[in-house]
């Protein structure tokens, strides 16, 4: 389990490479930057070494210009992966000081913040994302920005992840527990697969 910014978020991964593969094209960023925290997701289009060197373009492209705005991250990815496969991306910003994430996607790789209650209800509200390819189809950019509390969950996964995962979702004390349990239930065998699991802690009071 990974944890990092002062205890503002707790998270956890998990992935594969599709089976017979040597290469996942599936690659994941969490990064401490002066707004909070970012996380970031690529998915390179296909399988195999290629998608592999497209999806470690665009998570170097995001580690480089992580002090930017989420639009502007896209905008540089979309330049440096131009002479790629291109990729499907989403990036979420956990920011403290105003209890807030922002997130944008491109393509399909898809995200759900799970909101939790006092009485331990919970509620999905899910990532807008915009149809395109970074590299290839730039769409109009859209990002969206919510609150949280200490608790909330965020979930990106993959294409090679099972749509309607959310459904089953068990919430673990750990959230690389988390990420493991949906992989292994949900994640199929044609594609290559990650799940990234963010637990929104704030920071200590």
Known sequence: MGQIGFNIVEWGVAG????????????????????GVLLAVAD???????AAEAARIAIDSVEAHSHEPLKRIIEYCGRRLRESRGAAM????FSPDDNSMEWLGVGNVGGVLIHMSGDGKRANEFMMLTQGVVGVRLPTLRTS???????????????GIRRGFEEGIILFDRPDDTAQSILERDGQLTDDALVLVAKYTGRPQ
Do not use: F, N, W, Y
């Open 16 to 35: 594969r490479q599709m089976p017979g593969e040597t290469h996942s094209g599936d690659l994941h960023l969490v990064k401490m930057v002066d707004r």
């Open 44 to 50: 390179g289009l296909g399988h195999g070494k290629e």
């Open 145 to 159: 920005k919510v609150g949280v509390i200490r608790g909330d969950t965020l979930v990106v996964a993959t294409d």
């Open 90 to 93: 989403s990036l979420a910003l």
